[in-house]
């Protein structure tokens, strides 16, 4: 094996142990203990992490004294990564000097080679004001080349000290490492410019365009009369499912404004039901801690609402979640624990938050008249419920045997596609029929 592939086995040998080397090159400088498949690829961190990677296997490799990546922006190059000795070159992540007088600039255009030995010697470089700034001894860069033959920006090294053993074998090593930054730089503008299409949309709903709301009747399966109906957010266009659009306003950091846009259109149909039903509407933990939601379930508005607390991550401080709570109590608002039996509903978060109705996921309604277990996971559920003085909503009923076995396990209400689909308000009816719908 030559030196040239000796060294290259090295980078991938040494990049093994952050990540299979199957898949694009950037995830070779991955190391991800616990994958997260769900996570999408090309975040700050992600990039950060990358880089750092890169900057360390350089170093080692060619033994120099610091290295960086760098960004050509606006005329100057601004160093987006450092590692090695920055005090003594007087830079650090964030240093920005003018592009031109850079040995970076004059690589790309061709005016110096990409690797340096001795820059103190060397006629091109000895006499540049640059050389003497950061006491240049020697030196090797490459451009970090996108899609398209777009220059991003340098990955270089540096020492003080002459290196006369720096060479193209150098320059071929960085090479490799620099077009897997290329490929982590890429995926991070497809992050970036992903959120920004996801911050558009959500916000376009915050302005009032694209938002409406269904409801689905809730009935006391006593008498099979409605008692409630649930308010469901539905999205014009963009993703698919309502979840999803309440995900991707999370991670733009929008979730709570979303959610509280879609409490505020529910509430706005409030006087359309007759009085003797009620409103449940959906928060996160989160949504409930801010106080603009008390602002919309103040008085006159909270006896009538059943404020369900969705859970889709485990609840960081249920001390400012109670306190929250609390005040939503004085204000009349009834409170449900949705999804129990999925998810992180638990038992220890029902007692907690002390609901006054428990809401049977349909993981658990689903085949419950033929599954011996789910019936006594509900039965259970029912007689838990009772000794804390709470009710039993089981969602998505969706046979009549469903609901027959649900009433003679002691469930009191029920929503779901047997029952009565979403729709607009006046509420649709309940009607039982003898099949599922299609």
Avoid at 288 to 311: K, N
Avoid at 376 to 404: D, H
Wanted: proline letters at 5%.
């Amino acid at each position: 094996m030559s030196t040239l592939e000796d060294n290259e086995h090295t980078a991938v040998h040494r990049l093994n142990g952050y990540g299979a080397v199957a898949g694009s090159g950037a995830e070779l400088l991955f190391h991800q203990d616990q994958p997260e498949p769900a996570r999408h690829r090309g975040s700050l961190s992600d990039i950060e992490r990358v880089f750092s990677r890169a900057l360390e296997l350089a170093r080692h490799q060619l033994g120099m004294d610091i290295a960086w990546v760098s960004e050509f922006s606006r005329g100057d190059q601004v160093l987006r990564s450092v590692q090695g000795d920055t005090g003594s070159f007087g830079v650090e992540a964030g240093f920005c000097s003018p592009y031109e007088e850079s040995y970076c600039s004059r690589v790309v255009e061709g005016q110096l080679p990409n690797a340096i030995p001795d820059a103190l010697s060397d006629e091109r470089t000895k006499d540049l004001a640059i050389t003497a700034k950061l006491d240049i001894g020697s030196y090797v860069g490459v451009p970090v080349v996108l899609g398209g033959g777009q220059v991003y920006g340098m990955l270089c090294c540096l020492s003080h000290d002459p290196d006369e053993s720096l060479g193209e074998k150098d320059v071929r090593f960085l090479g490799i490492l620099a077009q897997l930054v290329a490929e982590e730089v890429q995926l991070h503008q497809a992050e970036v410019d992903r959120r920004a299409q996801q911050r558009s949309r959500v916000e376009s709903v915050l302005a009032g365009e694209g938002l409406h709301i269904v409801f689905q009747p809730i009935a006391a399966l006593s008498s099979l009369q409605m008692i409630g109906v649930e308010a469901l957010a539905r999205f014009d266009g963009g993703p698919a499912r309502p979840d999803q659009w309440f995900a991707e306003a999370a991670e733009v950091d929008l979730g709570v404004e979303l959610e509280l846009a879609a409490v505020r259109t529910a509430l706005a149909s409030l006087p359309d039901l007759t009085p003797d039903l009620y409103l449940a509407v959906n928060a996160s933990p989160e949504a409930v801690a801010s106080p603009a939601l008390l602002d919309l379930l103040g008085p006159g508005v909270g006896h009538r609402v059943l404020l369900e607390v969705t859970e889709h991550a485990l609840v960081e401080d249920y001390q400012c979640l109670l306190a929250a709570l609390a005040k939503l109590r004085e204000a009349g608002v009834r409170l449900a624990v949705d999804d129990a039996g999925a998810g992180y509903s638990g038992l220890q978060h029902i007692l907690r938050v002390r609901p006054d109705v428990i809401k049977l996921d349909l993981a658990l309604t689903r085949g419950v008249d033929v599954d011996p277990a789910r019936q006594a996971l509900a039965s259970g559920m029912v007689a838990f419920a009772r000794n804390l003085g709470a009710t039993i909503v089981a969602e998505g009923v969706e046979t009549a045997a469903e609901l027959t076995a649900l009433r003679g396990l002691g469930v009191e209400a029920a929503q779901g596609y047997y029952l009565s689909r979403p729709g607009p308000l006046p509420a649709p009816a309940v009607e039982v029929r003898t099949e599922a719908p299609a």
